[in-house]
């Protein structure tokens, strides 16, 4: 039976990593492939992530598995983006460090950067009007990203690819260190949402994952200095590990090494402005975006829906994001779990969920092993229809039916595991009582 169990396994792992592979050769509309095959492939993955749970694996068919799925990444480095056309923002932020200029000074459509227009850049940016979001470590990525390719697309991935390698790599050390089985390497390894996000959509975030890995691999290994630091420059991709903060506070024992965790992290954020801020505001189109830019986001949609105001759903959310994570902080939670579900929560009420977004969840899954997380990685894929709808017909909205076959599960497993059920185990006893 075990054996049985695993040939099933590997053939769904091999139609999980096959159906992707499938992007390079249908012929049909790219975002037709994109959307269909990033949801069937999330569905075919939510049965594999369970069947890891159930069976033993040896571990050389544990790194088998994870090379033929870091060799199917590769695969997408010179490929075209499908879903999202943020790298051209990228490449252009790149483009214009090139040529000695702020990016933060200009936004790609004013007439002081006509000179450096070419057939593709910045003709593909998005929000042209705007100036970058991009914090400098960003910026100075995006740099290295085109002095290797240029307005091609093969530099920036290959280094998303060397990032999404570390992140691994500081999986790997945390799974050690916490005695984690290494077939759990394959819930961030076969994950989809990673494959798209990163391989083929080439995303930021997959810059920041490593370096919040490492951020809390050195906290654990008591090197709090270098942990703090970490995380400073993982603020610097995604503010995610802001959350992390009071976390590490709360866990140290004396009040130097709680000023530590404080000041460096901030530290080390703030002081790459430095470069910039004599010149101009860094932060102008960051703070357009937080303010006004909403997708995805199920408890702010339902707030919005009722109230039809966007700042007073958004300060109601940031209300009780707040009043959620105070209890959670001084509760009894083990460290890893509190920065779990301290993640899961700011995605449950952030106004804007983009599916890359759910990656700071993704990453923490093999350390945490959380239901609602593997569900919510899978279930992201449903984004797609709005990504289709929106390439195809132009209208890019939410659907409730997507927010609520996302979201509600993942509230539900949410609610079991802060009580210490295993859903899947708790209907298996309800099974056999019946019997």
């Given at each position: 039976?075990?054996?049985?169990?695993?040939?099933?396994?590997?053939?769904?792992?091999?139609?999980?990593?096959?159906?992707?592979?499938?992007?390079?050769?249908?012929?049909?509309?790219?975002?037709?492939?994109?959307?269909?095959?990033?949801?069937?492939?999330?569905?075919?993955?939510?049965?594999?992530?369970?069947?890891?749970?159930?069976?033993?694996?040896?571990?050389?068919?544990?790194?088998?598995?994870?090379?033929?799925?870091?060799?199917?990444r590769l695969s997408f480095v010179?490929?075209?983006?499908?879903?999202?056309?943020?790298?051209?923002?990228?490449?252009?932020?790149?483009?214009?460090?090139?040529?000695?200029?702020?990016?933060?000074?200009?936004?790609?459509?004013?007439?002081?950067?006509?000179?450096?227009?070419?057939?593709?850049?910045?003709?593909?940016?998005?929000?042209?009007?705007?100036?970058?979001?991009?914090?400098?470590?960003?910026?100075?990525?995006?740099?290295?990203?085109?002095?290797?390719?240029?307005?091609?697309?093969?530099?920036?991935?290959?280094?998303?690819?060397?990032f999404e390698l570390m992140t691994?790599?500081?999986?790997?050390?945390?799974?050690?260190?916490?005695?984690?089985?290494?077939?759990?390497?394959?819930?961030?390894?076969?994950?989809?949402?990673?494959?798209?996000?990163?391989?083929?959509?080439?995303?930021?975030?997959?810059?920041?994952?490593?370096?919040?890995?490492?951020?809390?691999?050195?906290?654990?290994?008591?090197?709090?200095?270098?942990?703090?630091?970490?995380?400073?420059?993982?603020?610097?991709?995604?503010?995610v590990g802001l959350l992390l903060?009071?976390?590490?506070?709360?866990?140290?024992?004396?009040?130097?090494?709680?000023?530590?965790?404080?000041?460096?992290?901030?530290?080390?954020?703030?002081?790459?402005?430095?470069?910039?801020?004599?010149?101009?505001?860094?932060?102008?189109?960051?703070?357009?975006?937080?303010?006004?830019?909403?997708?995805?986001?199920?408890?702010?949609?339902?707030?919005?829906?009722?109230?039809?105001?966007?700042?007073?759903?958004?300060?109601?959310?940031?209300?009780?994001?707040?009043?959620?994570?105070?209890?959670?902080?001084?509760?009894?939670?083990?460290?890893?779990?509190?920065?779990?579900?301290?993640?899961?929560?700011?995605?449950?009420?952030?106004?804007?969920?983009?599916?890359?977004?759910?990656?700071?969840?993704?990453?923490?899954?093999?350390?945490?092993?959380?239901?609602?997380?593997?569900?919510?990685?899978?279930?992201?894929?449903?984004?797609?229809?709005?990504?289709?709808?929106?390439?195809?017909?132009?209208?890019?909205?939410?659907?409730?039916?997507?927010?609520?076959?996302?979201?509600?599960?993942?509230?539900?497993?949410?609610?079991?595991?802060?009580?210490?059920?295993?859903?899947?185990?708790?209907?298996?006893?309800?099974?056999?009582?019946?019997?």
């Amino acid at each position: 039976m075990i054996i049985q169990n695993k040939k099933i396994f590997y053939s769904f792992c091999a139609l999980l990593l096959g159906s992707i592979m499938l992007i390079h050769i249908v012929e049909l509309t790219p975002v037709v492939s994109y959307a269909g095959v990033f949801i069937f492939s999330s569905l075919i993955f939510l049965f594999v992530s369970v069947q890891i749970f159930k069976i033993e694996f040896h571990i050389k068919h544990v790194y088998s598995l994870i090379f033929l799925a870091f060799l199917l990444r590769l695969s997408f480095v010179s490929s075209p983006v499908i879903g999202s056309d943020d790298i051209y923002r990228y490449m252009w932020d790149g483009k214009i460090q090139t040529n000695g200029i702020n990016p933060y000074l200009y936004s790609p459509d004013d007439e002081h950067l006509n000179a450096y227009h070419s057939e593709l850049l910045p003709k593909a940016v998005n929000f042209k009007e705007m100036k970058s979001i991009y914090f400098p470590l960003s910026q100075w990525i995006f740099y290295t990203g085109y002095q290797l390719s240029g307005e091609s697309v093969w530099g920036y991935k290959f280094l998303l690819f060397l990032f999404e390698l570390m992140t691994l790599g500081a999986l790997i050390l945390l799974t050690k260190k916490l005695n984690i089985e290494p077939k759990y390497l394959l819930l961030y390894a076969l994950a989809p949402l990673s494959i798209f996000q990163f391989a083929i959509d080439a995303h930021l975030d997959g810059f920041g994952l490593p370096l919040i890995l490492f951020s809390i691999y050195f906290f654990l290994d008591e090197k709090k200095v270098l942990s703090a630091l970490l995380l400073g420059l993982s603020l610097a991709i995604k503010p995610v590990g802001l959350l992390l903060i009071p976390i590490f506070f709360l866990h140290e024992k004396g009040w130097s090494g709680k000023l530590k965790i404080v000041l460096i992290p901030l530290i080390t954020f703030f002081s790459q402005f430095v470069f910039y801020i004599a010149s101009t505001n860094p932060f102008e189109a960051f703070l357009i975006f937080t303010k006004n830019w909403y997708f995805n986001g199920f408890i702010f949609n339902l707030f919005n829906s009722v109230i039809s105001n966007n700042q007073i759903s958004r300060i109601f959310c940031a209300l009780i994001l707040i009043i959620t994570l105070i209890p959670l902080y001084f509760s009894k939670q083990e460290l890893l779990n509190k920065i779990y579900y301290a993640v899961l929560l700011l995605m449950i009420f952030s106004p804007v969920v983009h599916p890359w977004y759910i990656a700071w969840i993704l990453i923490l899954i093999p350390i945490v092993r959380k239901q609602s997380g593997i569900y919510f990685t899978a279930a992201g894929s449903l984004t797609a229809i709005t990504i289709m709808n929106y390439q195809l017909y132009g209208i890019w909205k939410d659907y409730w039916f997507v927010l609520a076959i996302e979201y509600l599960p993942v509230l539900v497993l949410f609610y079991f595991e802060l009580k210490g059920i295993n859903i899947f185990g708790y209907f298996r006893q309800i099974k056999k009582e019946r019997i």
